[in-house]
């Protein structure tokens, strides 16, 4: 029933900045945008290819969080939402549990770990799949507080900027019936399994792309020195 996302719709009216409907966001795009992905952790069915009707598009949630945001308490009862929606909001409610709603000085937001607090600091590392949140002691030693959700800093953009013309997605590949990261041409549509900012292969490297019949991923080979690895070099 409705009465089971009373709370949820509470947490999220208060977790909304004040700013949420008007300014842009740090990491390029609407602030706006930013939150409805953040509080979803991305679960968006653009973000899958093919799109996942299982989840609620980007214009889905626009709509549903503009009317939770201009809803009074007295009005909740009357918020009436589709499958998808309620698969939204149960989303948020089960991966916001243990977590906290964090925002950076630099103006990006997102969720970390219920121990943060106030001058903790996100970090990005090569090699681990989630930013980090550190925090530092007297004697000018860090330790690791959790792993965070930062919206704009969780898919290489700390280390490699901005994916502009291109858009990331989970790819579905009925040959293998694996799924496996994929980057989408926003102009022309092609998709490639090389994130687009990644340079050029070292003197000898070359993409091994019969090693997956399936291109779900590709195998990195250099013939000079014979090492191989499932990682750009």
């Given amino acids: 029933t409705l009465d089971n996302y009373h709370d949820t ?7 909304a900045p004040a700013n949420a409907l008007s300014d842009s966001y740090v990491g390029g795009g609407s602030f706006f945008d930013a939150y409805c992905l953040a509080i979803g952790f991305n679960r968006i069915s653009e973000n ?5 009707s299982n989840f609620a598009n980007l214009q889905q ?3 549903t ?3 939770i945001l201009d809803v009074k308490e007295e009005g909740m ?17 089960r991966f916001t549990q243990g977590r906290v709603f964090l925002a950076t000085e630099e103006g990006h937001i997102g969720f970390g770990p219920k121990a943060a607090r106030s001058g903790d600091k ?9 930013p980090l949140l550190l925090r530092q002691n007297n004697h000018n030693q860090n330790r690791v507080v959790g792993e965070c959700y930062v919206q704009g800093l969780v898919e290489s953009e700390a280390l490699l900027g901005p994916l502009l013309s291109y858009h990331r997605v989970v790819r579905y590949d ?6 496996g990261e994929a980057f989408v041409n926003n102009e022309t549509g092609e998709v490639q399994i090389e994130h687009p ?8 490297g070359r993409i091994d792309r019969g090693h997956d019949e399936a291109h779900v991923r590709h195998h990195f080979v250099n013939d000079d020195t014979g090492e191989s690895t499932e990682q750009h070099p």
């Fill in 9 to 15: 719709i509470t947490s999220m009216k208060e977790l």
């Fill in 77 to 93: 009862a009357e918020l009436d939402f589709t499958i998808n929606i309620r698969k939204y909001l149960d989303g948020f409610r």
């Fill in 65 to 67: 969080l503009v009317r």
């Fill in 48 to 52: 899958y290819l093919p799109p996942d």
């Fill in 197 to 204: 900012k990644l340079g050029a292969l070292p003197e000898g």
């Fill in 61 to 63: 949630v626009r709509e």
């Fill in 174 to 179: 009925g040959f293998s019936e694996q799924w």
């Fill in 122 to 130: 996100v970090c990005v590392f090569l090699g681990c799949g989630s």
